[in-house]
């Protein structure tokens, strides 16, 4: 076969295929490189979706003017402690019971003698910061079972806050706290040496005057006996 030949085969056999599909559309060559077709293609809506992405989908399809969320927006701090906190300072020693400091400071220093680290990352915490932290933990578990697309800034929000506190819709945040009565410290600490670190810590802290509650689920929380 001639490569002319060759050529005007092809050409017939196309038309041929588009003529069964469709009878009059005009067959419309796609000049786009391959690469950017594919781009071009508009991305599969499944049901595997996370909350946020469908929220976005069902925004740009719907506009956002008149959609609703019925879930209540976060109060603005306005505690002056809680906000000194949320602007990065979270370490704050008044009102504290007096025990507190030197008790943490102690347990520090046990640690590192035992081969370990330890730096403390927060001790008091108004009632204001604390009703804060819970505020968020409870919208993200309201925001769990949700799917308006109104409710889309307040996700995004509610995200940005549990990552900043490292707060996790699975592990409780309670609605008190011995933070906010001044007898509790949290401390970031390994002991890479020991061969139980739970069990030498709560040992260390038991020598400087203090309790570790919750060893699975708040490790670095520590309570005045
Ligand atoms: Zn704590």
């Known amino acids: 076969m001639t490569k002319r030949r060759e050529e005007k085969k092809q050409a017939a056999t ?18 786009t490189p391959r690469g950017d ?7 599969k809506r499944g049901a595997k979706q996370a909350p946020l992405v469908r929220a976005l989908d069902q925004r740009q ?23 000194e906190m ?25 640690i590192e003698a035992d081969g370990g680290t330890a730096s403390i990352s ?20 309201e925001l769990d079972a949700n799917d308006q ?15 900043k506190h490292a707060l996790s819709t699975s592990r409780l945040v309670g609605k008190t706290s011995r933070h906010t009565q001044g007898r509790a410290v949290d401390i970031s600490w390994r002991l890479p040496d020991a061969e139980d670190a739970s069990a030498r810590v709560a040992e260390l802290a038991a020598e400087a005057g203090l309790t570790h509650p919750f060893p699975a ?9």
């Open 14 to 31: 196309g038309r041929s295929k588009v003529a069964r599909g469709r009878k009059q559309a005009p067959v419309q060559k796609d000049k």
């Open 37 to 43: 077709r594919r781009e071009a293609r508009p991305r």
């Open 61 to 83: 399809d719907r506009g956002l003017e008149e959609l609703a969320c019925d879930i209540e927006a976060l109060t603005p701090l306005v505690d002056p402690l809680a906000l």
């Open 86 to 110: 949320e602007a990065g300072h979270p370490l704050i020693w008044d009102d504290t019971d007096p025990a507190l400091r030197p008790a943490a400071n102690q347990l520090c220093a046990l």
């Open 122 to 141: 927060s001790a008091f915490r108004p009632q204001a910061y604390q009703d804060h932290l819970r505020q968020v933990w409870d919208r993200a578990k």
């Open 149 to 163: 697309p109104g409710c889309l800034d307040l996700r995004l929000e509610v995200a940005r806050e549990l990552g």
């Open 217 to 225: 689920q708040d490790p670095p929380h520590f309570e005045l006996a």
